[in-house]
């Protein structure tokens, strides 16, 4: 497996592997990824920022993640919990694996990955927000050593579960 930084050749690939986890999504009764987002513009915008990342194996794109390097303002706010850290952090949004490899561990791998990164740059943080009804994300999360923080709310007032992990 390889971890690589999307191009502008992959977004139909990227896009393609979001359409099957929101159908996965709406399957499993979560009301997460049903409103056309992610869509091919927020994909587009990701690729050219340099921050979304792919997982090729014999050039076939499998997974992909953003990992988000800028300030969340709506991380400012958390309720019923509080932050681990207050320094500096990034942010994993938009991970999806293509329904053929869930299962085979690549979201513990592209969350190393994203620690390697984090690191390279100095930064000992990532954290996550999911929904409430997304159970597999939160699994994944808890068997990455992510410690639940308390619930933020998006910029249009959905409520998510927030996590970090220090490293």
């Not at 690939?13 to 997460?32: C, D, E, P, W, Y």
């Not at 014999?58 to 800028?70: E, G, K, P, V």
């Not at 990034?90 to 513990?108: E, N, Y």
Request: contains cysteine; proline residues 2%; charged residues 20%.
């Amino acid at each position: 497996m390889q971890i690589r930084k999307a191009i502008q050749a992959d977004a139909d690939s990227i896009m393609h592997i979001f359409r099957q986890a929101q159908t996965s999504l709406k399957t499993l009764g979560v009301n997460q990824w049903q409103n056309g987002y992610p869509n091919p513009e927020i994909v587009d915008r990701d690729i050219l920022s340099g921050n979304c990342l792919v997982c090729v194996s014999n050039s076939l794109i499998y997974a992909a993640f953003f990992l988000s390097f800028d300030w969340e303002d709506t991380y400012d706010n958390i309720y019923g919990g509080q932050w681990l850290s207050t320094g500096q952090y990034a942010v994993i949004h938009r991970m999806a694996i293509g329904d053929a490899f869930k299962g085979q561990g690549l979201g513990s791998s592209m969350i190393l990955q994203a620690e390697q990164i984090c690191l390279s740059r100095g930064i000992h943080s990532i954290r996550v927000d999911t929904h409430r009804d997304n159970i597999p994300m939160q699994h994944l999360l808890g068997k990455n050593q992510f410690r639940y923080c308390g619930i933020i709310y998006l910029e249009d007032g959905q409520e998510r579960l927030a996590y970090e992990k220090l490293f």
